[in-house]
């Protein structure tokens, strides 16, 4: 006769039994063999639940605890070797699907700077460097950024040299590209008390047409000093001191009286050449009157200067480039070089 401890003994063997071999499983046809033949309609566990009425009451309380135990048990270890298999499988598809791309990469060469960039990094590095802080402001101006603040009224004859591109908003204002970036130290000056050191770096847009010396979407840096008693001395100390940094101790710097209605005096700054000539480097001087009432800043009390240069000028005099057009055209071989 059947006992309760015979049943559990043997539904152990087949615990075991079951156990040795999901362990050895390396697939999920496998491993579904094995969960049907243990835990199926015909398996052992299902045909001691058959045996259970055979027994007397107490011997089948504790049978019942027994199948039921060794059933979750099995239950257990068949998803345990299921998800094991599966993710197996998956290794194993990742691990012949991969892409081996050590050759390809190797041949690829490591990108850098642009001219450009190297330029406005190596700008912004000399002038912070000598106490400017860096300031930006928007492409998109209006005609008071871009002119009137500056002193260069509607009927003024110098806003006609700047070849403007003008954007059509409608009314109520004129609105333009940026044709420099002096918009940025009028914005500066507005909000900002003085003293001001800045460097303003930034794209600006004309409507010329491109040559070897000229490009209608270019790059220029300004820079704005405000402060009590600034004169026209310090503006070409700051002058030499940034030509000294960026190109070398060996060039030197000279002014040259000029005109802009944003300063007064006005100067063209130019540094020497190898061969003994001069070559211009930008504009300068120092900052006009009106300009500093316009931004809300009296001239009695503070004084300023202004300057600014190109930085695609100064990246093909500092590279020695013959067409400024070859930093736009983005030929490999010319930007592998640098």
Request: aromatic letters at 8%; one cysteine or more; charged letters at 25%.
């Amino acid at each position: 006769m059947t006992t309760a401890a015979a049943l559990t003994a043997e539904l152990e063997t087949v615990l075991a039994e079951a156990t040795t071999r999901l362990a050895a499983a390396d697939d999920l046809a496998t491993v579904a063999a094995i969960d049907s033949e243990f835990l199926g309609k015909k398996s052992t566990v299902s045909a001691a639940k058959q045996q259970l009425g055979a027994l007397d009451a107490d011997q089948r309380k504790a049978a019942g605890q027994a199948i039921n135990a060794i059933r979750e048990a099995l239950t257990g270890q068949v998803e345990a070797a299921r998800i094991r298999v599966a993710d197996q499988a998956r290794a194993e598809q990742v691990a012949a699907e991969r892409l081996d791309l050590t050759e390809r990469l190797s041949s690829i060469r490591r990108g850098s700077l642009h001219l450009n960039t190297q330029a406005r990094d190596r700008l912004e590095d000399v002038f912070v460097g000598m106490g400017f802080t860096i300031a930006e402001g928007p492409e998109v101006e209006t005609a008071w950024y871009n002119f009137e603040a500056l002193n260069i009224p509607e009927w003024h004859p110098a806003r006609g040299s700047f070849d403007t591109i003008f954007v059509n908003l409608g009314e109520p204002e004129e609105v333009m590209l940026r044709s420099h970036t002096s918009p940025v130290q009028i914005r500066t000056m507005e909000v900002q008390e003085p003293p001001i050191y800045i460097v303003a770096p930034g794209r600006t847009f004309r409507t010329d047409t491109a040559d070897a010396t000229h490009l209608p979407a270019f790059n220029q840096i300004e820079g704005l000093v405000v402060d009590r008693g600034i004169t026209l001395g310090d503006l070409a100390g700051t002058m030499q001191e940034f030509v000294h940094a960026f190109f070398g101790r060996e060039v030197k710097t000279r002014l040259r009286p000029s005109y802009f209605p944003f300063t007064e005096p006005s100067a063209e700054f130019d540094i020497s050449r190898p061969d003994g000539s001069w070559l211009e480097l930008g504009g300068c001087g120092m900052v006009h009157p009106n300009v500093l009432r316009n931004c809300g800043i009296d001239p009695e009390i503070w004084q300023g200067f202004a300057f600014g240069f190109g930085i695609d000028r100064l990246a093909v005099m500092r590279y020695e480039l013959d067409d400024i057009r070859e930093l736009v055209n983005n030929d490999v071989r010319f930007l592998h070089q640098f």
